[in-house]
């Protein structure tokens, strides 16, 4: 199918690659050598290397030192969250990505309000609950689902006054809101390529300054000793020129808004039964979030899918069967509602016209289901 044949709006699962980064991997892709060799080629695979290291440290404020390249946030905020679980009390959001709720620990849920704001005076009672107890905590940056955006900064300074490790899954963030680490008060930020226009499986461990993570693999001495193995040159290369990329961009993206308010203006005027969750609060400016009383978001999505449109019921990672969102229920929908919510997510290469097929296809939607 050409790109008129279908609208693309589901970038918080993953967004398009840019055009600038095929065209660095494949060159990349083509050259030989492992960054751990001395010799001339391998000396030229650890300069770019290197050089991607420095655009993400930049893209996210920190020095190239405190970057370690992984395959993804996935496997960071599992590293983490296995590492720590030990010899750590574990405390984790209720609205995390699928990757620190299911990451097979035993974790604490920190509540939420209705707008999908951590309650962070319930956060307080449970910290002085257990004041001398070393804790891991765990706060994603933005959501993926609902695209609120955490304090970072003020969870932090309450997590000052007691022996904790904090962590902030930045993937939804980077590229999207001025993310600049020294200042979010955390320990670790985790990040994804794919996220901002880079490759898939590819992405980044960002540790404050004498803070060293869990061993993600043992065996070489990659990554400061932090991840044995082979880099995966082309795809950090590409994670690399995305990252710059979306640092010099990142004023474009807020341009987004515009669309946001587009797709949800008419959702609401269209459906007088939608709510758009999250919308009392800040959000990104790509993502939608909304819930339609009555309504089966399996039925929904399909519906949009051969009107040609391309969206999410939530978390691209559990998509796989519909199911009442835990995120949404722990924003307070009930379990019928939380299995009514669909993301709309728009990005880079979102245009008017995706837009207004969007609202076309939605209004023909509408009109068919009712």
């Given at each position: 199918?050409?790109?008129?044949?279908?609208?693309?709006?589901?970038?918080?699962?993953?967004?398009?690659?840019?055009?600038?980064?095929?065209?660095?991997?494949?060159?990349?892709?083509?050259?030989?050598?492992?960054?751990?060799?001395?010799?001339?080629?391998?000396?030229?695979?650890?300069?770019?290397?290197?050089?991607?290291?420095?655009?993400?440290?930049?893209?996210?404020?920190?020095?190239?030192?405190?970057?370690?390249?992984?395959?993804?946030?996935?496997?960071?905020?599992?590293?983490?969250?296995?590492?720590?679980?030990?010899?750590?009390?574990i405390l984790i959001s209720a609205t995390e990505h699928s990757s620190i709720i299911s990451a097979g620990v035993q974790a604490e849920l920190i509540p939420t309000h209705r707008n999908g704001l951590i309650d962070t005076h319930a956060l307080k009672s449970m910290l002085e609950a257990?004041?001398?107890?070393?804790?891991?905590?765990?706060?994603?940056?933005?959501?993926?689902?609902?695209?609120?955006?955490?304090?970072?900064?003020?969870?932090?300074?309450?997590?000052?006054?007691?022996?904790?490790?904090?962590?902030?899954?930045?993937?939804?963030?980077?590229?999207?809101?001025?993310?600049?680490?020294?200042?979010?008060?955390?320990?670790?930020?985790?990040?994804?390529?794919?996220?901002?226009?880079?490759?898939?499986?590819?992405?980044?461990?960002?540790?404050?300054?004498?803070?060293?993570?869990?061993?993600?693999?043992?065996?070489?001495?990659?990554?400061?000793?932090?991840?044995?193995?082979?880099?995966?040159?082309?795809?950090?290369?590409?994670?690399?020129?995305?990252?710059?990329?979306?640092?010099?961009?990142?004023?474009?993206?807020?341009?987004?808004?515009?669309?946001?308010?587009?797709?949800?203006?008419?959702?609401?005027?269209?459906?007088?039964?939608?709510?758009?969750?999250?919308?009392?609060?800040?959000?990104?400016?790509?993502?939608?979030?909304?819930?339609?009383?009555?309504?089966?978001?399996?039925?929904?999505?399909?519906?949009?899918?051969?009107?040609?449109?391309?969206?999410?019921?939530?978390?691209?990672?559990?998509?796989?069967?519909?199911?009442?969102?835990?995120?949404?229920?722990?924003?307070?929908?009930?379990?019928?509602?939380?299995?009514?919510?669909?993301?709309?997510?728009?990005?880079?290469?979102?245009?008017?016209?995706?837009?207004?097929?969007?609202?076309?296809?939605?209004?023909?939607?509408?009109?068919?289901?009712?």
């Amino acid at each position: 199918m050409t790109k008129k044949d279908r609208t693309y709006l589901d970038y918080n699962a993953t967004a398009p690659l840019r055009p600038e980064v095929v065209e660095a991997m494949y060159e990349i892709l083509a050259e030989p050598g492992n960054p751990s060799s001395i010799h001339q080629e391998g000396r030229a695979a650890r300069k770019i290397v290197e050089q991607a290291r420095a655009h993400v440290a930049e893209l996210v404020g920190c020095h190239a030192k405190q970057v370690i390249f992984t395959s993804g946030a996935t496997e960071s905020n599992n590293t983490l969250l296995k590492g720590y679980a030990s010899h750590r009390r574990i405390l984790i959001s209720a609205t995390e990505h699928s990757s620190i709720i299911s990451a097979g620990v035993q974790a604490e849920l920190i509540p939420t309000h209705r707008n999908g704001l951590i309650d962070t005076h319930a956060l307080k009672s449970m910290l002085e609950a257990h004041p001398d107890t070393p804790t891991f905590v765990a706060i994603m940056m933005v959501n993926n689902e609902t695209g609120v955006i955490q304090p970072i900064k003020e969870i932090a300074q309450i997590l000052s006054d007691y022996d904790c490790i904090f962590h902030t899954d930045a993937a939804q963030a980077a590229g999207r809101i001025p993310v600049y680490f020294p200042i979010t008060g955390a320990h670790f930020m985790s990040l994804s390529a794919h996220k901002f226009g880079g490759p898939q499986g590819v992405g980044a461990l960002i540790m404050a300054n004498g803070t060293n993570p869990p061993p993600f693999l043992t065996g070489g001495g990659q990554e400061r000793r932090q991840r044995a193995g082979t880099e995966n040159v082309a795809g950090i290369h590409g994670m690399g020129v995305a990252a710059k990329i979306a640092l010099e961009k990142l004023d474009d993206f807020e341009k987004l808004r515009d669309f946001q308010s587009q797709i949800e203006s008419h959702l609401l005027s269209v459906t007088p039964a939608a709510s758009i969750n999250g919308a009392s609060t800040a959000r990104v400016a790509n993502t939608t979030s909304v819930c339609i009383e009555g309504f089966d978001a399996s039925t929904l999505l399909m519906s949009l899918d051969l009107e040609g449109i391309a969206v999410s019921t939530g978390s691209a990672c559990s998509s796989g069967s519909i199911q009442a969102s835990h995120v949404l229920l722990a924003m307070g929908a009930s379990n019928s509602l939380a299995k009514s919510g669909l993301r709309i997510s728009s990005g880079w290469a979102t245009t008017q016209e995706d837009i207004d097929a969007f609202k076309d296809a939605w209004t023909t939607i509408m009109k068919r289901l009712n």
